[in-house]
């Protein structure tokens, strides 16, 4: 089924761990997209890429790094994790960046607890 | 700022027909979005407004007006399956997506 894929789906990890959300798609899209999600809050920009090879910042990307080597991944990593990086993530990917109806296509989230 | 405004929480009862307000500021405008997500689960696209007017699709319907910064949601002939969150998403000058924080919509038989 074709669709965005992400791992893990839950982790529990110790603060000052370094930790990689992966995520996949095999819809060809060319954009994709980190968000956090947390409770009373609206869905938040963590990184963004428009094509592969670009990345850019979204909203809230301190203590995260992304990287597009392909279409297809577009793996979010915290290089020391601490305690308010508890969150639910998701991945998500566009058919383009821009303009057009847009539409975002979401993965199942990867809830991650940091203690 | 930009800013996104949608009651937290209502409730309806199965068959009726119940309207979900959004008003919103941002820098530019490109568009907006209503998602649904059901408890632990990814949001889904609903319905997308770029001009003036109602949109209709099935059973759901969305209203945009850019002068008023103001979008409702309409749901008929509510089923159970309803139940969820509806997300509002105005589209800003950059293209980037602008999330409230969502209305959680409870169905009562």
């Known amino acids: 089924i074709a669709g965005i894929t992400q791992a893990p789906t839950s982790q529990i990890l110790a603060a000052g761990r370094r930790m990689t959300l992966r995520c996949t798609q095999d819809m060809r899209h060319n954009a994709m997209y980190w968000y956090r999600q947390d409770l009373g809050l609206g869905l938040r920009l963590i990184h963004y890429?428009?094509?592969?090879?670009?990345?850019g910042k979204g909203e809230v990307p301190d203590g995260y790094s992304v990287s597009r080597a392909n279409t297809d991944d577009f793996p979010l990593t915290l290089a020391s994790a601490v305690p308010s990086q508890t969150s639910v993530y998701f991945c998500a990917s566009s058919e383009r960046a821009g303009e057009g109806t847009g539409e975002l296509f979401f993965g199942e989230g990867s809830r991650l607890t940091v203690l | 700022g930009q800013n996104i405004d949608q009651p937290t929480e209502m409730t309806a009862t199965e068959g009726a027909i119940v309207q979900i307000n959004c008003t919103y500021q941002t820098s530019g405008f490109n568009g907006l979005f209503w998602y649904q997500q059901h408890a632990g689960e990814a949001p889904t696209f609903l319905s997308y407004?770029?001009l003036d007017g109602l949109e209709e699709k099935g059973r759901f319907s969305s209203f945009l007006s850019r002068s008023k910064g103001y979008s409702y949601l309409l749901l008929k002939e509510l089923q159970m399956k309803d139940s969820a969150s509806y997300l509002c998403?105005?589209?800003?000058?950059?293209?980037?997506?602008?999330w409230g924080a969502g209305t959680k919509l409870i169905i009562k038989p």
């Open positions: 890429s428009n094509t592969a090879g670009t990345t």
């Open positions: 407004n770029v």
């Open positions: 998403a105005p589209r800003d000058s950059n293209y980037q997506l602008i």
